[in-house]
């Protein structure tokens, strides 16, 4: 009986190679491969893969607890599973059994949450270990590193070619190959690295990684013994493991027993796993993931096991293929300079054969002009490589991934990794049916495609982004409980989702998604859904934000073939319960209410008018009406309501300026209110103060005839309202304001002179109000009679006015207006001001 | 990459040919740095290419410093990236052309005359390119006299240094290679790819002997030069030389070349205040990159270049007016003249640029009253007089 163990750098093509070949010299009857116990089942498939695939394994309540196990062409492991199914010998995986491994996980997670004074020590406990991962992980790349190399991959070649049999002493080395030998340095050299005396033990002060490996190690020397031991022993046994597991695997395994091996695995309840071969790509190789060791040049590696001989020299050609192909220039004697360049490059750093280090410079200099950004061409396709793995049709899966597949198929989608855009005409029946599929999967959160914008709505065009990650085949697993088909699936994520929904927006969101993935049966759910929580919903500004999706629906549904007519039921009871609240919703609103109210508005207003039937349109301005009109509502609301009116025609010009008028001289105590009323009216845009010289001249006038402290009050509501305006629009106003504007007339569109009048402005004429008259000092004068004017007063005013109205020309407006001629136009306007003097005065 | 601490071994003004008369303004590199070269060629014992001096890990090592075997101590000639003087040395070793891309001031030509001293012991075969290079420049003319009275012959021919460079076998350097002409560019071609230069007169030609090969240099920033041909540019390796990396790298460079230099100028051998160096590096760094050094206040960027070789150029000057005028030693009134020169290269904007880093950040940072008092003092001199 004898156990070899081969200590490897994972996804090194060095390490493969002697792999292979001391595998082929050995030629045991067993072999034992670190990893995941539960993947011995999957082993069956391995030569129905392509690599780089992984092995994962998933637990059955929770499959997003997952864990991969990457595999390249290039890596040790793979050789040795390809080697067990050529020779027909038994391969077995030996590392703790994920179901142990989440376990243990679990348990941690639960402490950690119960003990949360316990996390920061152990926090810190991490924190000291920081740097050992790194050497646990890649430990021939830190020898590598060690010895002065950037290249891990270069030093192991040395370590093969240079190492040879007569010129290592090793005790009893007699008549092992120059491979074997080498696998007896890297125990050696690992042994060196783990302090013999620091073996592993259960010491709760060490961090949960270190603690984590042990138990790894000793359930691997349980399988080793497993093996090696009983009736059925074999004869000769290989195990394949990290390099830094050897020494606790060999060697000094005898200082730890069986039983203590045991004791540290006992009281672990495995979690249920299954596994099963997932596509994996050269990109996700990169990346940390699984065996720990990332690897930050696949495509190289990749190379160094592809190719044949002159692996320099096909680099260099395959880097000038690439670069040829995206219309840079690469000559062939370019190419031949820059292999020389890199062979030079490696006798300078006195290397025996350029590495990939020596190739990127000489790339860089001979063939990119020394021009880094065609190098980073190389570095994404050839450095990393875009190599995508495959798994045969016979691999197990879950039946709603292979239905997935399937569609994939029919639809003609392939699963690509690499991002790519897709543009679905959806009046083709094809093209509607990827809609669906596309929408589907991200109900069942597989975003393989994440739909862009195009270039308007209601087009009969989708624009998505395509690009599929090896992760969705977890997400397929995960979801797999909903259903087997991906519609079944979707549609039960919808119910579930429905019965969990917060409030009636998020229904309606669900719903919109719905129609779009085309799903008849979760439709009427959503629909039942949907009428339940409206009927029970209070809330108008809810109904009114739930009515937007509706109505896109609504409207643009029929492109897909829905049955609309679900859709035109719900809105329209939607649209008749906002019709209703509207107006009491609209009374006794704070400013915050106000302003939500107000977008809810503008969001309702819209889904009116997509849906546009004439008669909920005309009910809609209704309700509006009653909100843009009253007593006692939040001026913003009312301003705005008053807008919608306007811009659709419903309110004639001349009512528009009146309302305006009354809303800005009702103010006459409250200026602030009046410039929220301004804020909401012109809240969506400034073009009708742009295009209507009368509205702007109306705003001009109240603005004028304000006093300070009201200017003041009123300033910062009006500038936030003015900033929001585009800057055409404002240039606009600003030259209308400059040329001078007509001055408001008592003419028709008006009552305007007569309506601040008819309000009761203080000050006004008639002695419709007494008691200014009577408290103010000026009181002497009676109000009605124009020429008894105080002038002193009058031309007091007058610089403030100034001021207000800009220079000369338009301030003496009302004075140049030829007396006598309409002297109630003037007045009123002079004595409102007067008034609010007086009342200001009188404070 | 280490530095050897500044070396004192090599002060050498006196290395020269002329050592007995005035000492040399600027000696050439292999003259300046023959101590070094010759104990490296003492120590070397690597193999060497065809005619080199030194082996390529000598040249290196002569580039990037170090200390020998016998302990005797190089020099650190060139700081910053090992891979690039490592590809340079490659190139050269190859028998290929070399380009030294990179903006003014990144030591171009200082590397260039560096390699060609370790590499052939010769820095001399230069060729300056400049809009009036004529082809005769870089191929071989003639003595007009012989050649009307002897007619073509040999003794006639009057060779360029790049054909003295093939029939030596040693490095040829063409300096500025985007300011000459293109079609006198292109008369590199033939010697680049054929390494002859054939003479059609005489009906021969000149072969390169093994060790020739081409150092070039070119400005990637200026304006105004002609491009190089891809014929032509496909037959050079290219390196791009950087700014330097940190400001602890160019305050060394700025410390180590300032070192030099005042020697050479015969100024007295008080080091520079570290502090005033650190400053103007600082100063150069943070307009150059139009954001300060801790990274929270934009800057408006000067046109000037703002190279390390003229953050050098500052504090030589500023050390010579403190030798001539003050006291010996470096203070910010003696730095704030270069200053003020170095950055404002364009009348227009650059004041503004400059005035806003000033008012803006040079006056409210702790220790910098002196020297913003000086170059506010300098403004105002500046403005008084041209201020109508």
Redesign the interface.
């Given at each position: 009986m004898s156990v070899t163990v081969l200590g490897v750098r994972h996804h090194g093509p060095g390490s493969a190679r002697a792999v292979r070949a001391a595998l082929a010299e050995l030629d045991p009857d067993l072999v034992l491969v670190e990893g995941p116990p539960e993947g011995d089942s999957a082993l069956t498939h391995v030569g129905a893969l392509t690599p780089p695939v992984a092995l994962t394994a998933y637990a059955l309540d929770e499959p997003r607890d997952a864990a991969f196990w990457p595999f390249a062409e290039f890596s040790p492991e793979w050789q040795a599973l390809l080697h067990g199914r050529a020779a027909g010998v038994p391969t077995r995986f030996i590392d703790l059994p994920f179901g142990h491994d989440l376990a243990l996980r679990r348990r941690d997670a639960e402490t950690d949450s119960d003990e949360d004074t316990a996390e920061a020590g152990e926090d810190t406990a991490e924190a000291g270990d920081e740097t050992v991962p790194e050497l646990v992980a890649d430990p021939l790349g830190w020898l590598a590193f060690a010895a002065g190399h950037d290249d891990p991959e270069r030093f192991w070649e040395d370590l093969v070619e240079h190492r040879r049999p007569a010129s290592t002493p090793t005790a009893g080395a007699g008549g092992r190959s120059p491979v074997l030998e080498l696998f007896a340095a890297v125990a050696e050299s690992m042994a060196a690295l783990r302090d013999p005396d620091h073996q592993p033990g259960p010491d709760a002060s060490r961090g949960a990684h270190a603690r984590r490996e042990d138990l790894r190690e000793a359930h691997m020397r349980l399988a080793i013994r497993a093996a090696s031991t009983g009736a059925d022993a074999a004869a000769r046994i290989a195990v394949l493991c990290g390099a830094w597991h050897v020494p606790a695997l060999t060697g000094r395994t005898g200082r730890i027993t069986v039983a203590a091996d045991r004791e540290l695995l006992r009281g672990v309840r495995p979690v249920r796993t299954a596994t099963t071969w997932v596509p994996w790509t050269h990109a996700l190789l990169s990346a940390d993931s699984g065996y720990g060791a990332g690897v930050t040049s696949p495509g190289w590696y990749h190379h160094l096991w592809t190719a044949p001989n002159q692996v320099g020299a096909r680099w260099v050609a395959r880097v000038a293929a690439l670069l040829r192909a995206a219309d840079l220039?690469a000559?062939t004697?370019?190419v031949v300079?820059t292999v020389?360049?890199a062979?030079?490059?490696a006798?300078?750093?006195?290397r025996a054969v350029p590495g990939l280090t020596e190739l990127t410079?000489?790339v860089?200099?001979?063939l990119?002009?020394?021009?880094p950004v065609p190098l980073a061409v190389v570095r994404e396709q050839l450095v990393v490589g875009d190599v995508v793995g495959a798994v045969g049709p016979d691999v197990p899966t879950v039946p709603l991934a292979a239905d997935v597949a399937r569609a994939q198929k029919r639809l003609r989608l392939a699963p690509t990794p690499v991002e790519k855009p897709l543009r679905l005409d959806l009046r083709r029946e094809l093209d509607r049916e990827r809609s669906a599929l596309l929408h589907r999967l991200r109900l069942l959160d597989v975003d393989w495609g994440i739909p862009t914008t195009t270039s308007s709505t209601g087009t009969f065009a989708e624009g998505w982004t395509l690009a599929w990650k090896p992760t969705f085949v977890l997400a397929l697993v995960a979801a797999a409980r909903h259903g087997a088909t991906v519609e079944d699936a979707a549609g039960d994520v919808v119910a579930e989702r429905i019965h969990a929904a917060p409030d009636l927006a998020a229904i309606t969101g669900l719903f919109e998604q719905v129609v779009l993935a085309n799903l008849a049966a979760a439709l009427e759910a959503v629909r039942a859904g949907l009428e339940q929580r409206a009927a029970t919903t209070g809330d108008v500004a809810h109904l009114m934000l739930a009515l937007a999706p509706l109505a896109r629906v609504h409207r643009y549904g029929d492109v897909r073939g829905t049955d609309t007519g679900l859709v035109v039921g719900l809105t329209t009871s939607l649209m008749t319960r906002i019709c209703a609240g509207l107006p009491p919703a609209c009374a006794s609103l704070d400013d915050d209410a106000a302003d939500a109210m107000v977008a809810a508005i503008d969001t309702a207003d819209t889904a009116f008018g997509l849906v546009a039937d004439p008669e909920h349109v005309a009910r809609w301005h209704a309700a509006v009406g009653v909100a843009a009109a009253m007593a006692g509502g939040n001026p913003l609301v009312a301003g705005r309501s008053t807008r919608i009116l306007s811009d659709a025609g419903v309110l004639a010009a001349t009512e528009v300026a009146t309302r305006l008028a009354r809303a800005l001289s009702a103010a006459g105590g409250a200026p602030a209110d009046a410039a929220r009323w301004l804020a909401g009216f012109l809240g969506r845009s400034g073009a009708v103060l742009a295009r209507d010289p009368a509205m702007l001249s109306l705003v001009d006038t109240w603005l004028a005839g304000l006093d300070g402290d009201a200017f003041t009050i009123v300033l910062a509501p009006l500038r936030r309202t003015f900033a929001d305006f585009a800057g055409p629009e404002r240039r606009l106003i600003g030259e209308r304001v400059r040329s001078g504007l007509p001055r408001p007339t008592a003419g028709p569109p008006g009552g305007i002179a007569t309506d601040p009048a008819d309000s009761g402005s203080p000050g006004g004429s008639a002695g419709g109000s007494p008691a200014p008259a009577a408290i103010s000092p000026a009181g002497a004068v009676p109000a009605g009679d124009g020429p008894a004017w105080d002038l002193g007063r009058v031309a007091a005013v007058l610089p403030a006015l100034t001021t207000l109205l800009g220079p000369a020309g338009t301030a003496p407006a009302a004075g140049t207006t030829p007396a006598g001629t309409r002297p109630a136009s003037t007045r009123p306007a002079s004595t409102a001001l007067a008034g609010a003097e007086e009342g200001h005065s009188d404070a | 990459m280490t530095l050897a601490p500044p070396s004192t071994n090599t002060a050498a003004p006196d290395a020269g040919p002329t050592a007995d008369s005035a000492p040399l303004l600027r000696p050439h590199a292999e003259q300046a740095y023959a101590g070094e070269l010759a104990a490296l060629a003492a120590a070397d014992t690597r193999p060497r290419p065809p005619s080199w001096r030194l082996s390529p890990w000598a040249v290196v090592t002569y580039l990037l410093g170090g200390v020998l075997d016998d302990g005797t101590v190089i020099s650190p000639k060139y700081i910053g990236s090992r891979r690039l003087v490592e590809v340079a040395v490659a190139t050269l070793a190859t028998d290929r052309a070399l380009l030294l891309l990179g903006s003014p001031g990144t030591a171009k030509t200082w590397l260039s005359e560096h390699l060609a001293a370790a590499v052939s012991g010769d820095s001399t075969l230069v060729v300056q390119g400049t809009a009036g290079t004529s082809e005769d420049a870089v191929r071989y003319g003639w003595n007009y006299a012989r050649l009307i009275a002897e007619g073509p012959s040999p003794d006639a021919l009057v060779p360029s240094p790049v054909m003295r460079a093939m029939t030596r076998g040693s490095i040829a350097r063409v300096e500025e290679l985007t300011r000459m002409g293109a079609e006198v560019q292109d008369a590199l071609i033939t010697v680049l790819s054929e390494k002859t230069l054939p003479v059609p007169e005489l009906a021969s030609e000149v072969q390169a002997v093994a060790g020739f090969a081409v150092i070039a240099t070119a400005n990637d920033r200026d304006r105004g030069v002609n491009e190089m041909s891809s014929a032509l540019r496909r037959r050079f390796n290219t390196v791009v030389l950087p700014l330097p990396a940190s400001e602890d790298a160019e305050v060394e460079i700025v410390t180590r070349r300032v070192a030099d230099l005042g020697r050479a100028l015969a100024l007295p051998d008080e080091p520079p205040a570290a502090s005033e160096v650190r400053r103007v590096v600082q100063i150069f760094r943070e307009l150059r990159a139009g954001v300060t050094s801790d990274g929270r206040t934009t800057l408006k960027t000067p046109t000037a270049t703002l190279s390390t070789a003229e953050a050098i150029s500052v504090i030589t000057g500023g050390m010579t007016l403190a030798t001539h005028f003050g006291d010996g030693r470096l203070r910010a009134e003696d730095v704030a003249a270069g200053l003020l020169g170095a950055v404002i290269k364009d009348p227009s904007a650059d004041p503004v640029a400059w005035r806003e880093y000033l008012e803006g950040v040079v006056r409210d940072r702790k220790g910098w009253s002196d020297l913003y008092r000086a170059c506010r003092d300098l403004d105002d001199d500046a403005r008084v007089p041209g201020g109508a």
């Open positions: 220039p000559s004697a370019s300079e020389r360049l062979e030079a490059l006798a300078v750093r006195e410079d000489a860089l200099a001979g990119c002009a020394g021009d | -």
